[in-house]
């Protein structure tokens, strides 16, 4: 079915009482923006409106592109970010019969809404106060960390999908998302081309789906918070915070690539290196971020719980306590393939469960816990 313009629903919504069946949505009122039309951000593939709902503000996304599978997708990618109960996602709500334009429903995405500013912007507004932008790069590097701990891929790292709400980071639009139990799927989606190896393609959809990106824009707040002077190279470049597509493409010409070889820094002119080999990798072979001090040969546990060295028990019982609930093989009974992975990953989390609990914590506390949801 063809998906309404942003036009169409931007007419359709005017009248909520009217084009909406959610009840919270039909009472709703439109935010308008100074010309009194509905306030509206538009995308590649939705058009997201605001709307106070009892006095509490919230987002309706609308999609412009058809995806036949999106309901079934939404509904795993719901269950898996209300397990990981992640600090950085937002609630949503997929409704299938959602919005009424021109005589026919619509589904939509009812959020929670967010109220914050771009990464690009928290930058710019940041970059000559190091310490913000490596605070920056300290939480980029812990919630890659908790969202890898929980096998969730956003699938579409980007400025735009990036913000920073009270000085604490907050990820939005899930329509590319990677959980487990979407495992053997293609992706919907590439996601921004000056942020995603350019090898990507819809055939890579998995756990490492994020890696590319997760290093770049690492790397990037690393470098500006080591020399802020390297800001002044993305002159021209609109769409980036420093590297692009074409850094990726050619990196033998790259300004931005030359500039970190060059640097006075050491730690910025390890960069240019690092960067190199992952552009040599396939994007599913590129390790997950992790500390730099870390090897980049081995993987913390193989594709196993990912925590930081020195983490608290606290974070332990977390971590290992989501994984097991992600990896119960239980929930896989009609994927027999990830249901052998996830037998494999079980044994994996049960010998950490055993080893890497610090002495003097309680074993049943951090052990496997079998209640979730099946996924």
């Not at 929980?150 to 590319?176: A, P, R």
């Not at 800001?231 to 470049?237: E, N, S």
């Not at 049960?350 to 506390?365: D, L």
Request: charged share 20%; with cysteine; proline share 6%.
């Amino acid at each position: 079915m063809r998906r309404p313009t942003p036009q169409e629903y931007r007419e359709a919504i005017q009248a909520p009482g009217f084009c909406f069946k959610d009840p919270d949505l039909k009472s709703a009122t439109v935010i308008n923006d100074h010309h009194g039309m509905p306030l509206v951000t538009s995308g590649r593939f939705a058009s997201v409106y605001s709307l106070l709902v009892n006095n509490q503000r919230i987002a309706v996304r609308c999609f412009l592109q058809d995806v036949p599978d999106q309901a079934s997708r939404y509904a795993e990618v719901i269950r898996a970010l209300e397990l990981a109960d992640l600090p950085y996602t937002v609630r949503i709500e997929y409704l299938q019969q959602g919005i009424l334009v021109n005589g026919q429903m619509h589904p939509i995405l009812k959020m929670e809404w967010v109220e914050g500013i771009s990464i690009l912007d928290y930058i710019a507004a940041n970059v000559n106060s190091p310490a913000r932008i490596r605070a920056l790069a300290d939480q980029w590097l812990q919630m890659n960390l908790r969202m890898q701990s929980s096998c969730i891929s956003h699938g579409d790292f980007q400025h735009g999908n990036i913000l920073v709400v009270n000085e604490k980071l907050k990820l939005v639009d899930y329509d590319g998302i990677y959980v487990p139990a979407l495992d053997g799927l293609r992706s919907n989606e590439l996601g921004h081309n000056n942020y995603q190896h350019p090898h990507r393609g819809p055939k890579h959809f998995g756990p490492y789906l994020d890696n590319f990106s997760a290093w770049v824009i690492y790397i990037t707040l690393l470098a500006l918070a080591e020399e802020p002077s390297l800001w002044t190279l993305r002159h021209g470049r609109d769409e980036c915070i420093l590297l692009n597509k074409s850094d990726y493409l050619a990196p033998e010409k790259s300004k931005i690539i030359q500039a970190l070889k060059d640097s006075s820094n050491e730690l910025v002119r390890s960069f240019a290196p690092l960067l190199c080999k992952l552009l040599e990798q396939e994007p599913e072979e590129i390790m997950r971020l992790r500390p730099l001090g870390q090897s980049l040969e081995t993987q913390l546990i193989d594709d196993c719980f990912p925590m930081a060295p020195g983490a608290s028990a606290e974070e332990l019982e977390y971590g290992l306590r989501i994984w097991s609930q992600v990896w119960d093989p239980r929930g896989y009974g009609s994927n027999k393939r990830m249901e052998m992975m996830a037998k494999v990953r079980q044994q994996k989390v049960e010998e950490q469960c055993a080893t890497s609990i610090p002495a003097g914590q309680p074993a049943g506390k951090a052990g496997p816990v079998m209640t979730r949801r099946t996924l």
